[in-house]
């Protein structure tokens, strides 16, 4: 497993994923729906897989002595690390917009813990849809990707409405931290539940459906 993650990240990744986690500097812009930043992890990922599909990655590793459920897991593995460093990016301009002062977002959820915690949500749901529908048919990537975004979009739009319809998420989650700090920690925690939870399913779901191709 531990080759192949190398592997992964010497041959599979893709610069425009590395670009993209640029773009956690997003948060500095005064109105803005914040979510959208997660989309280009997911973006990100697809673009490793649709290179993969060119470059026959799949094709050359399954030539090697691993197994095809590993080739999954470790996927799965490098998309988790590749989301948790666009996560992790997102602090430090967290930090630096309230150096700046900037007002508070009044598009959405505020530049704040509880962002993160949206944030995982996001990408929870990305990894769910989108591996889940890849590895039945590694060769219609964009398919899963269409589907996969839709469905980030629809948990976007919902997420940054709930800031402006639900008086627990406009009045305590959409605020300058560190107001209300217990609760945007204890969403935080339940957001990264879920993304674990999701990520596990997705990863259970895809080496399942993997393991069923005939290459």
């Known amino acids: 497993m531990k080759q192949l993650l190398y592997k992964e990240w010497r041959l599979a990744l893709h610069p425009a994923t590395a670009a993209f986690w640029a773009l956690s500097a997003m948060v500095l812009i005064p109105a803005y729906p914040y979510g959208v930043i997660f989309f280009y992890s997911a973006l990100g990922l697809f673009f490793v897989c649709l290179t993969g599909r060119e470059n026959r990655d799949l094709h050359y590793t399954l030539n090697l002595p691993v197994r095809k459920g590993d080739l999954v897991r470790a996927r799965m593995l490098f998309a988790v690390q590749a989301e948790l460093i666009q996560l992790a990016l997102v602090i430090p301009f967290m930090a ?45 990537v964009g398919r899963a990707f269409v ?39 204890a969403v935080l925690a339940v957001g990264g539940i879920l993304y674990a939870g999701m990520t596990w399913l997705a990863c259970r779901r895809a080496v399942r459906s993997f393991e069923k191709l005939d290459f």
Not at 114 to 136: D, H, S
Not at 166 to 179: G, K, N, W
Request: glycine content about 6%; proline content about 8%.
């Open 96 to 140: 630096l917009r309230n150096a700046l002062h900037i007002p508070p977002n009044p598009v959405g959820m505020d530049a704040n813990i509880a962002l993160l915690a949206v944030g995982f949500v996001l990408l929870g749901v990305y990894n769910l849809i989108f591996f889940t529908r890849y590895y039945r048919a590694p060769d219609k």
């Open 147 to 185: 589907i996969g975004s839709m469905a980030q979009f629809a948990a976007i739009f919902v997420l940054e409405a709930l800031t402006h319809i639900v008086p627990f998420f406009r009045e305590r989650l959409d605020t300058p931290d560190p107001a209300y700090l217990g609760e945007k920690l």
